[in-house]
C-alpha cells in the first residue's frame, strides 16, 4: 500500500501524467480512486495506492469476449459517469478486443485478439460477458466461425486472471432458463467456469453494477491479485450481504407494512415489496447500498417500486417466477428471537430467603420451646398425681 | 370429665401492652406502609408476581391456608351442635375467635391481591356472575360465612355491652346460623380443593385429583382440631390457665378418627390414579409428597395411644404437624406443585413475607386484646395470680 | 341422656348428606364443548413462517400495546413472551448448530404463541365475574376489563398460559388475543393475518381452516402447490356474503374485499398432525408443524377440557343448590334439637347452655 504521504503532494509528476493522458482534472481523478477504494472496503490510506497503481504507465491488456448476451453489460458499464469510465476503459487498461466498442471488424479484429494475446501471454485480463451455449457441441454462439467453446477456451488458457461479467458468463443467466417443461435450457447455456471447469472471478448481475466491476479490476492492477471470493467466485466485498439486509424499505417489513397490489395505497407509500415477490431476502448483492449506474440514489428496481427479481442470483433470477414469495435465507438472528422457553421470574432475593427462614425458624423453635415446656409441665403433673420421685423422665417426650 | 357442667366464659383482663403485642404492632405499620405501595404503584411493585405463578403466598398461604387454619369454630361449632357433644363446649368461643379473625382476614388478604379490587361487587352482581367457576362458588361462601361468624359470636358482644335483648333475639335464631356456619365451610373448604382442578395437567398428579374437595375438606376438619389444640395449649401457656386436657384428649381422637379417614382417602386416590410413581422419582414435587405424608401419619404414632393423648406436649405436637401437613399439602398443590410450562421461577419477596407476617400479626393481636376484654374464654376459678 | 343418640343422629343426618354427594357418582356429567359451528379462528403453519414478526408488530398496533423490552439499548421491541402487554409472539426452537428450518435436531423452528381459542375454554370457566367469555356465535374468547376483579384464576387456569395480567400497573389488567374482534366490525380481521407475508397464520372459519390444514397434510414435501395468504374463505361464502345461503341463514357480512392473495411455493414436510383439531375438544386456533409440537412449547393435552371435570364436580356439588340446600336442613334440624335458646340462661355472663 502507498504512502498516505503521496496522495497530498498533489505535484507530483505521475500524477500529471495521468492528468494528460486520462484529460481529468487530478481532483476528479483522487476523487475516483477513492471510490474505487471505498467500494472494495479497503481501509483509509488505500486510495493512495489505487492513484499509484493507475498512474503507473503499464496498461494491462484486457480481451472482452462476447456469447449469448445482450451487452447490457457493456452497455451500464458506459453509462457509469462518475467519472467518466469509457476513457479509463479506454486508457486506464488497454482493451484490445471488444466487439462492441472496437472499431475493427471481421478477420481485422480476431488478427486484433491473436496479436494481442500473443504480445501479452500470460498477463492480459479476459472478460467474458454472456452464457456459452453447450447443446449440440455449442453451434448456436459462433464467432469468425469458431464456436464460443472453442473461442473461451482458447483465450482462456494463456490469460493471467478471468472475469465473468453478468449473470450470463457467471452461471448460464437468462439463457439457462429451464422451462417448467423441460429439464434443460434450449440452447445448454453454462457460465464460464463449468466450460473452463476451474472457479473464476464472477460479477453477476443484470447487469451488474459497474463498480463492482470495475472495483474488482482496479484491485487486480493495485495488488496484482483478484479480491477475496466466495464460494461461488464472487468479490465478497460487494456479495457478502443479501439485499434485503440492507434495504431501504427494510423498516416496513419489520413492521409488517406491506405493498399487496402494484399501485394500491401500500405501493404509494413505499411498503416493502415482499408480498410482491421481492427476492431480497434470497438474493447476494449490494445493490441496496451502492448506488446503481449514477443516475442518483434510489433508482434501483426496489428504489422505484418494483420488486427484486434476484437477477444476480443462481436458481433465483430468470428460474423463479417474478411474484412468486421469496424464501427467507438470514432468519436465524440469535439475538432476536425469544426461546421457545424463556426464563422468567424472580429467583430468591437474599432478604425475602432470610424472612421465610427465620419465620420457618422462628415457628419451629417456639413449637419446640412450647412442646418441652408443656411436656415438663405434664410430668411433673404425672410425677404429683403418682406420687413418685422421678420427675424428669418423661421430659424428652 | 362427662358432665356437662362448665364454667362459663369471661374475660381473661390483664394489660394489653407487652413485648407481643407491641411486635404485632411493628408487623402491621410494616404491612401498611407496604399495602400503601402495593394499591398505588400495582402488585409488582411489592410482589414477585408474575404470570407463571400469577397466585403467590397471599393467596396460598395467607387465603387458602389461612382459611383452613381458620376452621377451628367450624370443626368445634359441628362437634358440639350437630354431634352434641356439649362437653366441648368451652372450646367454642376461643376457637370461634380465631375462625373469625382468620376468615376476616382471608378476606381482607384476597382484596389485597385482587388486581381490579373495586370491580369485586361484580361477584354478587346477578348480571355478572359466573355460577361455573369454582371461584365463585368460594367466594360467596365465604363471604357469607364471615357475616354468619359475626352473628355467631355476636352475643359475645351483646354480653359485653349488656344488651341483653339483642342477645336474646340472637340466640333464638342461633340454630339456623349454626347450620348455616357448618355448611359453608363445607362448601368453601372442598371448593378451595376444587379451585385447582381446572388447572388440569399444570398441577403435579400427586395434587391433582377429581377426589381434591373431598381431601380439602377432610383435612380442613382435621386442621380445624389441630388448630384448637394448638391454640387451647399456646393459650394456656400465654395466660398461664389450667392446660384443657379433659377436652382435648377426647377431641383428639376424634380428629384421629378424621385423620384416619383423610390417609386412607388421599393413598387411595395416589394408587389408584397410578400415579405413586411420580412419589418416588427425584424431584422437589416428590420430596414435598413424602413430607406431608411425615405429617399426617406421625400424630396417629405421636397419640396414638390413649395414654399419650393425656400429654399435652404429645397433643400440641400432633396439632402442629397436622396443621403443617395440611398447609403443604395445599402449598404444593398451589405453588409448589403448579408448573404452567415454560422456566417460570418464583420466590416471595420480603414485601410479601412481611404481608404474609403481618396479616397473621393482626389475627395474634385481636384474639390478644377480645380475650383479655370479652368474655371469651372459660371463667379460670383456679387461675393463678396475673 | 341422649347424648348418644344424638350423636347417632348427627352423623347419619349431617355426615351421609355431605359425604354422600361427594363420593357417589356423578348424576350430571358435563361433556367437553366443542366448536361452534361458525367458530372463527387462525392457522398457523410453522413451515411456511420466516420470522419476520410482522404479525408481532401488527398485533401491537391493533390492540395498541406499548413496546416491551428484553435488551439493554431499549430500541426495539423485543417482548420475551406474551404478557399483558404482548397478545401475540413469534418464538424460535433452536437445536445444535441451526442448519435447516423446521428440523428437529440441528435445526430451527418458529412458533406463533397466542390465545387458542378453546372449544371449552378454562378461562372461561374459571373466570367468577364473566369478564372472560366465549361468544356463541364466533367462538371468540374476550375480556371485560370492566367486569374483572384482577383475580388472576384465568392466568392459572390457561393450559397454554396465555391470560396475562400487568404487574406493572395499580389497574392491572388481563391481557390475551381477542382474534381482534374490535376490528370485525369494519371489515378487518385478526391484524396477525392480515399483514402475514407467507401466509403461515391465516385468518377464517376453523372448520374451512382444518380443510386448508388437511390438504397440507395430504400434500407431498417439496412439491409446487398453491397457499392462500390473508383470509381463508370458501368461495361460496365469498359469493354470498350479506345474502341468504338459500337455507335463509345469512352468511356473515362485512368483510372487507380483498385480491385474491394465494401463491406458489414448495409444501414443507409435515408431522401428521393438526395441532388444536383435537386438544382440549380442540380449538379455534390450529397449527401445523415439522418439528414435535411440545418442543415448540404447545402442551400434549388430552382430548378433554379441565374445565368439564371442573364443572362436573362443580354442578354435582352444587348444581341447583340442591346438595346445600339438603345438608342444611340436615343441620337446622340437628341443631335445633342440640341448640339452646339462651332464654333460660340467668343473665351475669353464666350461662347453663348444656342440658
Not at chain 1, 102 to 125: F, I, L, P, S, T
Not at chain 3, 222 to 242: D, I, S, T, Y
Not at chain 3, 301 to 323: F, K, R, V
Request: hydrophobic share 45%; net charge positive.
Amino acid at each position: 500500500m502507498g504512502n498516505l504521504n503521496e496522495i497530498f503532494d498533489t505535484g507530483r509528476e505521475t500524477l500529471r501524467d495521468v492528468e494528460r493522458r486520462l484529460d481529468m482534472p487530478r481532483r476528479e481523478f483522487l476523487q475516483f480512486c477513492a471510490t474505487v477504494a471505498a467500494t472494495l472496503g479497503l481501509p483509509a490510506g488505500a486510495e493512495a495506492a489505487v492513484a499509484k497503481a493507475i498512474e503507473a504507465a503499464r496498461r494491462p491488456s484486457v480481451i472482452w469476449l462476447h456469447f449469448q448476451e445482450c451487452t447490457g453489460c457493456s452497455e451500464s458499464l458506459l453509462r457509469a459517469e462518475h467519472p467518466t469510465l469509457e476513457k479509463l476503459i479506454l486508457d486506464v487498461i488497454s482493451l484490445d478486443y471488444h466487439e462492441t466498442l472496437m472499431a475493427a471488424a471481421g478477420h481485422q479484429a480476431e488478427a486484433a485478439r491473436k496479436a494481442a494475446m500473443k504480445a501479452n501471454k500470460g498477463k492480459y485480463v479476459l472478460v467474458v460477458e454472456g452464457a456459452i451455449p453447450t447443446k449440440a457441441n455449442g453451434i448456436y454462439c459462433k464467432i469468425g466461425g469458431q464456436t464460443a467453446i472453442d473461442m473461451l477456451k482458447e483465450c482462456a488458457a494463456d490469460a493471467a486472471a478471468v472475469i465473468a461479467i453478468g449473470s450470463c458468463a457467471s452461471w448460464g443467466g437468462m439463457p439457462s432458463t429451464i422451462s417448467p417443461l423441460s429439464d434443460s435450457s434450449p440452447t445448454g447455456s453454462a457460465g464460464v467456469a463449468e466450460i473452463l471447469g476451474k472457479p473464476v472471478m464472477t460479477i453477476p448481475g443484470c447487469p451488474p453494477n459497474p463498480y463492482n466491476f470495475l472495483a474488482a479490476v482496479v484491485h487486480f492492477l493495485t495488488f496484482g491479485k483478484l479480491p477475496e471470493l466466495d464460494k461461488l467466485g464472487r468479490p465478497k466485498f460487494a456479495y457478502s450481504r443479501l439485499i434485503h439486509e440492507n434495504c431501504e424499505r427494510r423498516a416496513h417489513f419489520d413492521a409488517g407494512r406491506f405493498a399487496m397490489e402494484f399501485g394500491d395505497s401500500g405501493h404509494r407509500q413505499g411498503y416493502c415489496l415482499y408480498k410482491l415477490g421481492c427476492k431480497g431476502p434470497e438474493t447476494y448483492a449490494n445493490c441496496s447500498t451502492l448506488g446503481f449506474g449514477d443516475a442518483g440514489e434510489n433508482n434501483w428496481p426496489v428504489g422505484c417500486g418494483h420488486p427484486c427479481i434476484g437477477c444476480s442470483e443462481k436458481g433465483v433470477g430468470f428460474q423463479k417466477p417474478i411474484h412468486q414469495v421469496a424464501k427467507m435465507l438470514n432468519v436465524t438472528p440469535p439475538l432476536q428471537y425469544p426461546r421457545i422457553v424463556e426464563a422468567q421470574g424472580k429467583a430468591a432475593s437474599f432478604a425475602s430467603a432470610a424472612a421465610v427462614a427465620a419465620v420457618a425458624g422462628a415457628a419451629a423453635g417456639a413449637a419446640i420451646m412450647l412442646t418441652r415446656n408443656l411436656g415438663l409441665s405434664h410430668a411433673a403433673e404425672e410425677a404429683e398425681r403418682t406420687k413418685a420421685a422421678k420427675p424428669e423422665d418423661k421430659a424428652g417426650a | 370429665m362427662a358432665n356437662n357442667h362448665y364454667a362459663a366464659p369471661a374475660p381473661v383482663g390483664g394489660g394489653l401492652v407487652n413485648i407481643v403485642t407491641l411486635s404485632c404492632g411493628v408487623l402491621i405499620a410494616l404491612m401498611a406502609a407496604i399495602l400503601m405501595v402495593r394499591f398505588l404503584f400495582g402488585l409488582g411493585a411489592v410482589t414477585a408476581l408474575n404470570d407463571g405463578y400469577p397466585w403467590g403466598i397471599w393467596i396460598a398461604v395467607d387465603v387458602v391456608i389461612g382459611s383452613a387454619f381458620a376452621c377451628g369454630g367450624f370443626s368445634v361449632a359441628m362437634l358440639v351442635y350437630i354431634f352434641n357433644k356439649g362437653e366441648y363446649h368451652p372450646l367454642v368461643r376461643p376457637a370461634l375467635l380465631a375462625s373469625l379473625f382468620g376468615y376476616t382476614l382471608a378476606g381482607a388478604g384476597v382484596m389485597f391481591d385482587l388486581g381490579r379490587w373495586w370491580n369485586v361487587w361484580n361477584m354478587f352482581w346477578p348480571w355478572s356472575i359466573n355460577p361455573n367457576s369454582v371461584m365463585f362458588e368460594v367466594a360467596v361462601c365465604i363471604t357469607l360465612y364471615i357475616v354468619v361468624m359475626w352473628i355467631e359470636f355476636s352475643p359475645v358482644v351483646f354480653e359485653k355491652l349488656g344488651k341483653d335483648d339483642a342477645r336474646r333475639k340472637v340466640s333464638k335464631l342461633m340454630f339456623f346460623i349454626i347450620a348455616l356456619g357448618t355448611v359453608l365451610p363445607m362448601m368453601h373448604q372442598s371448593s378451595l380443593g376444587t379451585l385447582l382442578v381446572v388447572l388440569g395437567g399444570q398441577v403435579h398428579p400427586l395434587w391433582q385429583t377429581p377426589a381434591l374437595p373431598l381431601l380439602y375438606l377432610l383435612s380442613a376438619i382435621f386442621m380445624g382440631y389441630a388448630v384448637v389444640l394448638f391454640e387451647s395449649c399456646l393459650t394456656s401457656t400465654a395466660y398461664r390457665r389450667k392446660l384443657e386436657t379433659h377436652m382435648l384428649t377426647p377431641m383428639a381422637k376424634i380428629m384421629l378418627g378424621v385423620l384416619a379417614v383423610f390417609i386412607v382417602v388421599r393413598l387411595g386416590d395416589v394408587l389408584m390414579r397410578g400415579t405413586l410413581g411420580r412419589a418416588v422419582e427425584p424431584s422437589v414435587q416428590a420430596l414435598m409428597f413424602w413430607l406431608e405424608m411425615a405429617c399426617f401419619i406421625a400424630p396417629l404414632i405421636l397419640i396414638g395411644a390413649e395414654s399419650n393423648r393425656r400429654n399435652p406436649a404429645r397433643l400440641f405436637l400432633a396439632g402442629v404437624l397436622l396443621m403443617l401437613g395440611g398447609s403443604l399439602m395445599r402449598l404444593s398443590g398451589f405453588l409448589i406443585g403448579y408448573e404452567t410450562g415454560g422456566d417460570f421461577s418464583y420466590f416471595p419477596t420480603l414485601a410479601e413475607v412481611l404481608v404474609t407476617a403481618g396479616m397473621f400479626a393482626v389475627e395474634v393481636l385481636g384474639y390478644i386484646i377480645i380475650t383479655r376484654r370479652f368474655p371469651v374464654l372459660p371463667r379460670e376459678e383456679l387461675q393463678a395470680v396475673k | 341422656m341422649g347424648t348418644r343418640r344424638d350423636f347417632l343422629r348427627g352423623v347419619l343426618a349431617g355426615g351421609a348428606a355431605a359425604t354422600a354427594g361427594v363420593v357417589s357418582a356423578p348424576t350430571f356429567a358435563r361433556e367437553t364443548r366443542s366448536r361452534p359451528p361458525e367458530a372463527l379462528g387462525l392457522l398457523y403453519d410453522s413451515t411456511l413462517c420466516v420470522g419476520c414478526k410482522a404479525c408481532v408488530a401488527a398485533c401491537k398496533m391493533a390492540n395498541n400495546n406499548p413496546a416491551e423490552f428484553s435488551t439493554v439499548d431499549h430500541l426495539w421491541d423485543t417482548p420475551l413472551d406474551t404478557s399483558g402487554y404482548t397478545f401475540n409472539i413469534i418464538k424460535m426452537y433452536r437445536n445444535g448448530t441451526m442448519d435447516a428450518k423446521d428440523q428437529e435436531v440441528n435445526g430451527f423452528a418458529f412458533m406463533k404463541t397466542s390465545c387458542m381459542h378453546c372449544a371449552d375454554p378454562s378461562c372461561v370457566s374459571a373466570c367468577p365475574v364473566s369478564a372472560m367469555t366465549k361468544d356463541p356465535e364466533t367462538g371468540v374468547v374476550g375480556y371485560n376489563p370492566d367486569k374483572c376483579i384482577g383475580c388472576r384464576y384465568c392466568v392459572a387456569a390457561c393450559p397454554f398460559g396465555i391470560p396475562k395480567y400487568q404487574y406493572d400497573s395499580p389497574t392491572g389488567r388481563i391481557g390475551k388475543c381477542e382474534l381482534c374482534r374490535h376490528r370485525h366490525k369494519d371489515g378487518h380481521y385478526s391484524a396477525c393475518a392480515e399483514v402475514c407475508p407467507t401466509g403461515a397464520t391465516l385468518f377464517g372459519k376453523t372448520s374451512v381452516l382444518l380443510a386448508e390444514a388437511k390438504r397440507r397434510l395430504a400434500m407431498k414435501p417439496g412439491e409446487m402447490n398453491r397457499f392462500p395468504r390473508g383470509h381463508l374463505r370458501h368461495a361460496q361464502e365469498k359469493a354470498l356474503q350479506g345474502k341468504p345461503d338459500g337455507k335463509g341463514v345469512m352468511m356473515r357480512a362485512g368483510w372487507r374485499d380483498e385480491p385474491d392473495q394465494s401463491y406458489e411455493t414448495r409444501a414443507g414436510t409435515y408431522l401428521p398432525h393438526v395441532y388444536g383439531e383435537k386438544e382440549y375438544g380442540g380449538t379455534q386456533v390450529l397449527k401445523l408443524s415439522g418439528v414435535n409440537f411440545e418442543k415448540l412449547g404447545m402442551p400434549n393435552l388430552g382430548p378433554d377440557a379441565a374445565a368439564a371435570m371442573s364443572e362436573t364436580i362443580q354442578h354435582n356439588l352444587y348444581g341447583n343448590l340442591i346438595m346445600p340446600f339438603a345438608v342444611l336442613g340436615a343441620m337446622t334440624w340437628v341443631a335445633r334439637r342440640n341448640v339452646k335458646p339462651e332464654d333460660e340462661s340467668s343473665g351475669q355472663g353464666g350461662k347453663d347452655r348444656g342440658q
